[in-house]
């Protein structure tokens, strides 16, 4: 698999070219935003790392053109920068993933292999599923022409399974992808957020979306419980 490391210190570009070569994957390495926006246009990858802080334009900045233009290679974002509004601007500009510096190697390659079993996958701007709409770019949620207040790890899971609409998700697929993998908790908390997601977007509405499947996971309806899918 071939990956492009965009990263502007050259000690720490090398550390990662020569630690993901050993680890089998054909490695690129880009060090400022233009070069990275060049290789990407020029090339498939089946992942970027993607420092934040690289000469303009920078790898926030870089997220979002690629997403501008309907390029969706999973993207990881390596950083120093470890404050949460970082995190959620990483985030937002459409990258998968975030680790900041200092990592251990274990960890950055547990985390590379989980980004490139993604596969590259359109994710239009608003979600709308039924009456509700999600922007992954304001976290505002609305449904049924009304805003709804929402945590913003509560409103992950229902990107999650908004992306997924009438398919049962499992609390495992949930923790895979909407926590890290350094979580260590069990799959309750799923339950507990998912609680949350139920109090935000059905509390105060005709009809619940979110469908707990006994024993599995969660559903989110498109349609009413005693109507068609799609009706």
């Known amino acids: 698999m071939r990956l492009l490391v965009v990263e502007d210190e050259p000690k720490m570009a ?11 994957y054909v490695v690129d390495v880009a060090t400022t935003g233009e070069e990275a926006l060049w290789a990407t246009k020029e090339n498939d990858y089946a992942g970027v ?10 790898g926030f900045e870089v997220c979002r053109r690629l997403r501008r233009r309907d390029q969706w290679v999973p993207v990881m974002m390596l950083t120093a920068r470890d404050a949460i509004d970082d995190r959620v601007t990483g985030l937002d500009a459409g990258a998968d993933d975030y680790l900041t510096k200092p990592f251990d190697l ?20 608003i979600l709308r599923v039924a ?4 922007d992954p770019a304001t976290h505002i949620v609305v449904r049924a022409g009304q805003r709804v207040e929402i945590s913003t790890k509560a409103f992950a899971v229902l990107e999650y399974l908004m992306r997924k609409p009438e398919q049962v998700v499992s609390r495992t697929e949930l923790l895979d992808n909407v926590w890290d993998v350094a979580y260590e908790g069990g799959s309750n908390v799923v339950d507990v957020y998912a ?3 139920r109090d935000a977007i059905d509390r105060s509405f005709d009809w619940p979306m979110l469908e707990t499947v006994r024993g599995v996971g969660y559903r989110l309806r498109s349609s009413p419980p005693d109507t068609p899918p799609g009706v």
């Open 14 to 24: 090398d550390f990662l070219s020569r630690a993901l070569t050993r680890a089998g």
């Open 49 to 58: 790392l993607l420092d934040g802080m690289i000469p303009a334009p920078d």
């Open 106 to 125: 274990a960890e950055l390659f547990a985390r590379v292999r989980a980004l490139v079993r993604r596969a590259p996958e359109k994710r239009p701007t």
């Open 131 to 134: 009456d509700l709409e999600l």
């Open 195 to 197: 609680g949350r997601v």
